[in-house]
């Protein structure tokens, strides 16, 4: 989460009356108004090279049309309360094959794919308190990722 130099100047306090954050001397109980969001999905597995046999009870993995076809949503959360996250405008998404082969005598490849996506959202009057949820679905609408971020 980036917004200009906001979170490099920002500091948590903690307090048994609760949790001040300041930049500089000036309390700030608010996120800016524009945040930048980045995220990254990696999926990564070893396999065995050269072959690449399919086996039916073999583990899943996320491939590029899977990883394309999955649905962000993203909500400010306070208490139990989920509210959607406004004006949420995707600037970036890519999706890249990784490999590495390992020095191994038996050749064990590490391969994966590596998901990327750069978001801008307005966080106007949202408190520096509430949490950011992030909730990955698939193309059946299923939750495939569901994580909560706080300062």
């Keep these: ?77 306070r208490g139990v309360e989920l509210r959607p996250v406004e004006n949420v405008e995707r600037k970036y998404f890519a999706v890249k094959r990784l490999f590495q082969k390992q020095p191994r005598a038996r050749m064990i490849c590490r391969c994966g794919l590596n998901g990327s996506t750069n978001i801008s959202c307005r966080a106007r009057g949202v408190p520096l308190t509430d949490s950011l949820v992030l909730v990955l679905r698939d193309a059946e609408n299923h939750i495939v990722a569901r994580v909560a971020a706080r300062l």
């Excluded at 999926?43 to 072959?51: I, L, N, V």
């Design 1 to 77: 989460m980036t917004s200009g130099d906001f979170f490099d100047r920002l500091k948590r306090i903690d307090k048994a009356s609760g949790t001040i954050f300041r930049v500089g001397t000036e309390n700030v109980e608010s996120f800016p108004d524009q945040l930048t969001l980045t995220f990254v999905v990696r999926d990564w597995y070893d396999r065995t090279c050269p072959s690449r046999e399919e086996k039916p009870d073999a583990p899943k993995y996320l491939t590029r049309a899977m990883m394309s076809s999955l649905h962000l949503y993203l909500f400010w959360k």
